[in-house]
């Protein structure tokens, strides 16, 4: 049984930094393109950053290329996601998620893809 469960999440003010991990069990971590995403209340799941299974390729949406940096630790079988200059626009529910199918990759991130997901971690970004 797969089971992915993130943390780090929390209140930090605009401007500021913070750091999400993702533990991923039941699966061969170095075998799956893993992603996160977000869902801000009354907007759809978008894909935030995509990393293939083994990190040598990397996905980040217009809307945090250059803040974000996605990383993931397969001797941990751990994601992460650093976040940096954070604005109030990207409060939101952060999921994290592995692809479905080993060695799969296809850009941009679509959620249908994505198999197997967390149960969210909450960023609220203050003014």
């Known amino acids: 049984q797969v089971q992915v469960v993130e943390s780090g999440g929390g209140l930090v003010q605009a401007g500021g930094s913070l750091r999400l991990s993702c533990t991923a069990s039941?699966?061969?971590?170095?075998?799956?393109?893993m992603g996160w995403f977000r869902q801000a209340p009354g907007k759809e799941r978008e894909g935030v950053s995509c990393?293939?299974?083994?990190?040598?390729?990397?996905y980040y949406a217009d809307s945090v290329k250059g803040r974000f940096t996605i990383s993931r630790d397969n001797a941990k079988n751990t994601l992460y996601l650093q976040m940096n200059s954070l604005s109030p626009e990207d409060t939101a529910m952060y999921y994290c998620?592995?692809?479905?199918?080993?060695?799969?990759?296809?850009?941009?991130?679509?959620?249908?893809?994505?198999?197997?997901w967390g149960q969210g971690t909450q960023v609220t970004v203050s003014s």
């Open positions: 039941g699966l061969t971590f170095d075998d799956y393109a």
């Open positions: 998620a592995a692809d479905g199918r080993p060695r799969h990759w296809l850009l941009p991130p679509m959620r249908r893809f994505y198999d197997y």
């Open positions: 990393i293939s299974w083994r990190g040598g390729s990397t």
